[in-house]
């Protein structure tokens, strides 16, 4: 069970200034988690495509991409041109969700959408077949270091069962406070895909750390 786990550290938690060493230590991770924040979608701002193009050219690592911008219809398609192995964008953002993703399969990255704690995932069911990866936030988006929140866990178990009913392969991602503890609950609620900031980056050993977590939601998963 242990390969259907996907474990994304995030750079928010990392050193900006020693990127190319920090991605060099978490070498057993599945991708890296690169949060972009425009300080308009989310209160928080963090870097664009130039930044993101140059760790695409350095990570030995695939990127996963986790857009909080205003506008992704105009501006994702941009990262997934940088070579980004997944896009994803905010339903709350995109003006045409769908034609959004089909551009962003289209260039070659897989298509992901992310909802805010307050959003409900029901309105995402009919659009399973549409997206690679829905993400479910356990906290609110825009920082990094947060408490994650169990109250999603009801939401992300809606979400597992109805992709179960349909069939679909969609990953189901969480980003926000994933710990030792709480991965086990989300990964109880039908998460595959992990994203996980200071418990991998402020462990004295990240690859162990990674292993860690894809140990314990491994052995939570149905």
Do not use: C
């Not at 979608?41 to 140059?54: E, H, I, S, Y």
């Not at 289209?106 to 298509?111: E, K, L, M, V």
Request: charged share 20%.
């Amino acid at each position: 069970m242990a390969d259907d786990i996907r474990i994304n550290p995030s750079i928010l938690a990392a050193d900006f200034v020693n990127m190319q060493s920090e991605l060099a230590r978490i070498a057993g991770a599945d991708f890296v988690h690169v949060d972009v924040m425009d300080n308009h979608f989310v209160p928080n701002l963090t870097f664009g495509p130039q930044m993101v193009g140059r760790i695409q050219e350095t990570s030995p690592i695939p990127l996963d991409v986790h857009l909080m911008i205003a506008d992704p219809d105009r501006w994702a398609p941009g990262y997934a041109e940088l070579g980004a192995a997944s896009v994803t964008f905010h339903l709350e953002a995109a003006a045409e969700p769908v034609a959004l993703a089909r551009r962003l399969r289209d260039i070659g990255a897989r298509a992901g959408v992310a909802v805010k704690p307050a959003t409900p995932v029901e309105s995402l069911f009919d659009l399973l077949d549409d997206f690679d990866q829905v993400l479910v936030m356990t906290v609110e988006p825009g920082f990094g270091g947060q408490s994650f929140m169990p109250e999603m866990m009801p939401k992300l178990r809606r979400l597992a069962d109805e992709a179960k009913r349909r069939g679909s392969s969609v990953w189901l991602q969480v980003d926000g406070g994933i710990a030792p503890g709480t991965i086990e609950q989300a990964a109880d609620a039908g998460a595959d895909t992990f994203v996980a900031g200071s418990a991998v980056f402020g462990a004295g050993d990240p690859d162990a750390a990674i292993a860690s977590l894809r140990d314990a939601a491994a052995a939570h998963r149905h």
